[in-house]
């Protein structure tokens, strides 16, 4: 009878380069194994795992995976670190981190900026105000274009189920994608810097094959498209911020104080 084959502990192919190429995290850990199918799915999600012999059920990989399956994942960002386990949870839980990070950079940088520089007066600070929105855009973009390149395209291992389902977290940047909570919080913006900050500014959106595919997506969508008016409505209601009026709302007091957005 010939010998039996045993599972593999070390990746062969394209997975071991892609595993050479990997550079410590020092954030999260990916408890897998090469030939897991489970662990697969989060890798393409993710950075490579550290390899775990999951039918000996190593002390490390019990204490983030109960059952001692992988793919387990140990987040080490939090006091003590947080563990999780099952390869559909760990895939939710990142796609919602990925969401969750592009809508706090909206709102940290998208936002405020735009005030700032719809409400500036002087000159100089226009321009300066106007670099910073365009900045804080172009980090959005990056922050999608990193999303993608690590989920559609990781590694290309992942079924077309499995990237359809992370693909929730690129919302309409995918061309096939729908409207996702990215979207819908950072849509009502960018819409205003085609008119609002058009018009007061002289602003020109960052131009990009991919970002003006994305704008025509998004501007385009019935539901978006449902709630906007005419622009002359946006002109006319934003001119107050334009002139930086004393008094035009909360938003445009917290800008001209330096403090939080209400
Ligand atoms: N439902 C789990 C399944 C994970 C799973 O079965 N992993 C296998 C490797 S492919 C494992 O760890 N097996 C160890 C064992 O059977 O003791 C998930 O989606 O994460």
Redesign the pocket.
């Not at 030939?35 to 662990?39: D, E, I, M, T």
């Not at 001692?68 to 793919?71: R, T």
């Not at 386990?85 to 559909?88: D, Q």
């Given at each position: 009878m010939s010998e039996q084959k045993n599972y593999h502990l070390e990746c062969t192919g394209a997975a071991l380069g892609t595993v050479k190429q990997h550079t410590e995290s020092e954030d999260i850990t990916l408890f897998g194994?090469c030939?897991?199918?489970?662990?697969q799915r989060v890798w393409v999600a993710l950075e490579s795992p550290d390899e775990v012999d999951?039918?000996k059920?190593p002390a490390d990989l019990l204490e983030v995976s109960p059952k001692?399956?992988?793919?387990g994942l140990k987040l080490h960002k939090y006091t003590p670190p947080r563990a999780l386990?099952?390869?559909?949870v760990i895939l939710e839980y990142l796609e919602e981190a990925l969401v969750r990070l592009q809508c706090d950079h909206v709102s940290r940088s998208i936002v405020p900026s735009f005030y700032r520089y719809l409400q500036a007066q002087e000159e100089s600070a226009q321009i300066e105000h106007g670099k910073e929105f365009r900045a804080a855009i172009e980090g959005l973009v990056a922050l999608l274009e990193r999303a993608e390149r690590e989920i559609v395209q990781g590694g290309g291992a992942a079924g077309v189920g499995e990237q359809k389902a992370l693909g929730l977290g690129l919302g309409l940047w995918l061309e096939d994608g729908d409207l996702n909570l990215t979207d819908a919080v950072v849509a009502p913006w960018l819409f205003r810097a085609t008119n609002v900050l058009k018009h007061y500014r002289g602003f020109e959106m960052p131009n990009g094959n991919k970002f003006d595919a994305w704008i025509s997506r998004l501007f385009a969508h019935p539901a978006f498209k449902a709630t906007c008016s005419t622009e002359e409505l946006y002109l006319d209601s934003y001119e107050r911020y334009a002139q930086n009026r004393p008094n035009t709302s909360q938003v445009a007091n917290a800008i001209n104080s330096g403090k939080p957005l209400p």
């Open positions: 194994s030939f897991c199918p489970f662990v999951p039918y059920k001692g399956l992988v793919p386990n099952e390869s559909t």
